[in-house]
C-alpha cells in the first residue's frame, strides 16, 4: 500500500548522518523537529546532483516510499533533491566558490596582469555565436596588431565544461600565445552552468599565460571570474581589454606625430620671423655697400687686365712675325742636305769607333780564355790530376782526413771512382 499511494511525493527535510559509499549510493536520514525517515539516493540520481550534500542541509526531496523487507522499515528512495530555499546550482555555485576560495585561487597576489603588447591571442569559445563576432569586431575597431587563434568549443549544456577546460590547456601549451580569453554571451544560469564547474577554474587557475573571463552581461558572476586573472563585463569588454594596449599605443603615436608636426611648423614660423628680421638688420645695408665696392674695384681690375692683355698679345702677334721671317729663310731642302752630309760623316765615325772597339774586346776575349783554361780545375783533371771527396762531400786535401777501410769518390776528366783507402802514409803522402 505504501509503494502504491506514495510512489511519487515531496518531502522537506535536514540531512542527517549522511554516508556515501564507493558505489556512489547515497544514505541518510531526512528530519525535522518532530521525526525523520531514512533516505537513499542510487548514483544514478545521486551523479545529477549539481550540489554536494552536507549533514545539516535543508533539503526538499523527491521519489517514493519503498519498504526494506529484510529488516521491516520503510525508507525513501529520492531521484531528486534541491536546496531548501535555494536552487540546486545556487547551492553548488555557493559551495565551490568557498571550496576554491580557501584554497587560494581567488587570491589577488596570484592575478597577473596583462600583457601590453599581445601578438597572439587566444580564444575559447563558440564558432558560431555572437560572442566571437564582437570580440573580432573590438578587435579590429581597437587596430589590435596580433593573431588570433580560436579553440571552439561548446559553451553550454552536457560536455560544455570538459571542451572548456581543454581549450585552456590547448592554448596555454602554444608557445606563441600571450593571453586568453574564455567567454560567451548572455544566458540564464543553466546556460552559463559551464563556467561554474570545477574542471574550468582548475584550468584557468593552471594556465600559463594570463586568462581573462568575459562571461554573460554586467550583472553575471561565474566561478571563471574570480579565478580569472581579468573578469570582463561581457565578450565585447574582454577583447577591449586584451587590444587597450594597442589601441593607447597608436593614439599615444598620432598624438606625438601631431604634437611633432606642430612643434616643426612653429619652429619654422620662429625661424622665418627671425630671417625677416636679419634680412632688415643694418648689417645688410652694410654688406650690400662692401658688395657694391667690390664690384666697382672689379671693374677696374677687368679694365687694367684686358689692357694687358691686349698688349701682351700685340707682343706675341710681333715675336710670331719675326719667327715666319726666320723660318722662311731656311728652305727645307736645303736644311735636309747639309744634314745629310753631317749624317754621313757621324756614320763613318761611328763605324771606325765601332771596329777598333770589336778588335780589342777580341783580343782581351782571347787572352781570359787563357787564363781560364789554366786556373780550370777540368784542365788539371785532363792533364793527369785527380780530386778526392769523402762519401760526406769534404774535400780531400790531407791523409789525416781519411782512415783505413773508408771509401772515397776520385773524380778523374771522364767521370768518378769509388776507392777504399786501404793505407796512408804521412812521410810520401801516398794514399
Request: glycine share 8%; hydrophobic share 45%; net charge neutral.
Amino acid at each position: 500500500m505504501l509503494a502504491e499511494y506514495f510512489s511519487d511525493i515531496w518531502v522537506a527535510g535536514e540531512v542527517s548522518n549522511l554516508r556515501a559509499y564507493p558505489s556512489g549510493h547515497l544514505y541518510f536520514v531526512l528530519k525535522d523537529k518532530d521525526s525523520q525517515i531514512d533516505a537513499v539516493c542510487f548514483r544514478s540520481s545521486a551523479e545529477l546532483l549539481k550540489f554536494r550534500l552536507e549533514d545539516g542541509l535543508e533539503v526538499v526531496a523527491h521519489g517514493r516510499v519503498e519498504v526494506y523487507v529484510p529488516r521491516g522499515k520503510y525508507q525513501l528512495v529520492l531521484d531528486r533533491l534541491e536546496p531548501k530555499g535555494l536552487g540546486a546550482l545556487q547551492q553548488a555555485f555557493d559551495q565551490l566558490k568557498e571550496k576554491l576560495r580557501k584554497e587560494g585561487l581567488f587570491a589577488p597576489e596570484r592575478k597577473r596582469s596583462l600583457p601590453e603588447f599581445p601578438r597572439v591571442l587566444g580564444i575559447v569559445t563558440s564558432p558560431v555565436g555572437a560572442a566571437i563576432r564582437d570580440m573580432l569586431k573590438t578587435l579590429r575597431i581597437h587596430r589590435a596588431r596580433m593573431k588570433v587563434l580560436l579553440y571552439p568549443a561548446q559553451v553550454q549544456g552536457e560536455g560544455a565544461a570538459a571542451q572548456i577546460a581543454e581549450g585552456i590547456r590547448s592554448l596555454s601549451e602554444h608557445p606563441g600565445v600571450d593571453v586568453i580569453i574564455v567567454g560567451r554571451g548572455g544566458g540564464s544560469l543553466e546556460d552559463l552552468w559551464p563556467f561554474n564547474e570545477e574542471v574550468v577554474a582548475r584550468a584557468i587557475a593552471a594556465s600559463r599565460v594570463p586568462v581573462v573571463s568575459g562571461v554573460g552581461h554586467e550583472t553575471d558572476f561565474t566561478i571563471a571570474d574570480f579565478v580569472a586573472d581579468v573578469r570582463a563585463a561581457t565578450p565585447t569588454a574582454a577583447a577591449q581589454l586584451v587590444a587597450h594596449g594597442w589601441s593607447e599605443a597608436e593614439d599615444r603615436l598620432r598624438d606625438a606625430g601631431r604634437t611633432l608636426l606642430e612643434n616643426i611648423e612653429q619652429v619654422l614660423l620662429d625661424r622665418e620671423q627671425r630671417l625677416a628680421e636679419l634680412v632688415r638688420h643694418r648689417a645688410f645695408e652694410v654688406v650690400r655697400s662692401r658688395m657694391a665696392d667690390a664690384e666697382h674695384s672689379l671693374g677696374w681690375v677687368l679694365l687694367r687686365s684686358e689692357a694687358a692683355l691686349n698688349a701682351r698679345l700685340g707682343r706675341g702677334r710681333e715675336s710670331l712675325a719675326r719667327a715666319s721671317e726666320r723660318l722662311a729663310s731656311l728652305h727645307p731642302t736645303a736644311v735636309l742636305a747639309r744634314s745629310q752630309v753631317v749624317l754621313g760623316e757621324l756614320m763613318a765615325r761611328l763605324r771606325s769607333t765601332v771596329e777598333m772597339d770589336l778588335a780589342r774586346t777580341g783580343t782581351r776575349l782571347a787572352q781570359l780564355s787563357g787564363q781560364l783554361d789554366v786556373l780550370s780545375p777540368l784542365g788539371s783533371l785532363a792533364r793527369g790530376y785527380s780530386i778526392c771527396h769523402r762519401l760526406d762531400g769534404v774535400l780531400v786535401r790531407s791523409v789525416r782526413q781519411v782512415s783505413t777501410g773508408d771509401w772515397v769518390n776520385v773524380r778523374v776528366s771522364d767521370g768518378s771512382i769509388g776507392c777504399e783507402v786501404m793505407g796512408a802514409d804521412l812521410e810520401t803522402g801516398g794514399v
